[in-house]
């Protein structure tokens, strides 16, 4: 919470604005107090954001700072609640030794459901996908975010409507980055002008596949996915080939 209210500090009195990244592995249980203090911040005219994704686990390097003496009081989790993603085990004091000195990724099963069940309702909590996948190896939030938030969250557990998840995971990041990047007015909408990146899905079948053991199988009820007017994924096919996403910078000020 200190470090939180640093930021909106600093952010009062310079008037630079702040994104907080991933609020539920930020602040565990303090999470929902911290995204309090965000819209109140709001409030009092803060440009302040935060945003969340939809798992109960994190993911970071075994050699982080994180993890230095004390890890276990502070994450309020021991070596059973972390898992190597190179082979699926969950750790041992042992394990936790010989993988800190050889260095590598770990999964943090550390985030209370309940947490991030508030986070994902919030309607102005942004939906971040994030994550590192290589060779099939990772965060299953680089391939299952947005189904997992459209068939666990909206249509399973009616957490949030389906209009407002769709809101946190487009409109409401185009309009965050839209002040600096203005290529991001025509993102996040449909209509005439704006840029052709379309996803259509079945609501009433969509969900995530990925698994923290198989964290890259793509998601199920998504028919196509068009970036740019050209389709990537046709026909819930994807289309070797093609790449029409382009870089988004900011402009210098």
């Known amino acids: 919470m200190t470090g939180l209210q640093e930021i909106i500090a600093a952010s009062a009195i310079t008037g630079m604005p702040v994104h907080m ?34 798992y109960t686990a994190a993911m970071t390097g075994i050699q982080s700072a994180i993890f230095d003496e004390g890890w276990q009081q502070v994450l309020g989790i021991s070596y059973g609640d972390l898992q190597w993603i190179a082979t699926g085990e969950r750790l041992t004091a042992e394990t936790f030794a010989k993988y800190r000195r050889e260095g590598g990724i ?11 069940r508030f ?21 299953p939030r ?29 409109l409401l990041p185009a309009q965050r980055l839209e002040k600096f990047a203005p290529v991001m007015k025509n993102k996040g909408r449909i209509r005439v002008g704006a840029d052709a990146d379309i996803t259509v899905f079945d609501a009433a079948h969509v969900m995530d596949r990925a698994t923290f053991e ?27 080939g093609v ?10 000020r």
């Open 21 to 54: 990244v991933h609020v539920t592995s930020s602040g565990l249980r303090q999470a929902p107090r911290l995204i309090q203090t965000v819209m109140e911040a709001r409030a009092h005219g803060v440009d302040i954001s935060t945003e969340c994704y939809p």
């Open 106 to 116: 770990v999964i943090m099963h550390m985030i209370p459901e309940e947490v991030v």
């Open 214 to 240: 198989q964290p890259a199988l793509p998601s199920g009820g998504i028919a196509h996915v068009i970036v740019g007017g050209v389709p990537v994924l046709l026909n819930a096919a994807v289309q070797h």
């Open 119 to 139: 986070a994902v309702g919030h309607p102005e909590v942004i939906i971040a996908s994030d994550g590192l996948l290589r060779d099939g190896k990772g965060h």
């Open 243 to 252: 790449h029409p996403g382009q870089g988004i910078r900011a402009g210098t």
């Open 142 to 170: 680089g391939a299952g975010t947005f189904a997992r938030v459209l068939g666990r969250y909206v249509r399973e557990q009616k957490v949030l409507t389906l209009e407002s998840a769709i809101r946190k995971m487009t």
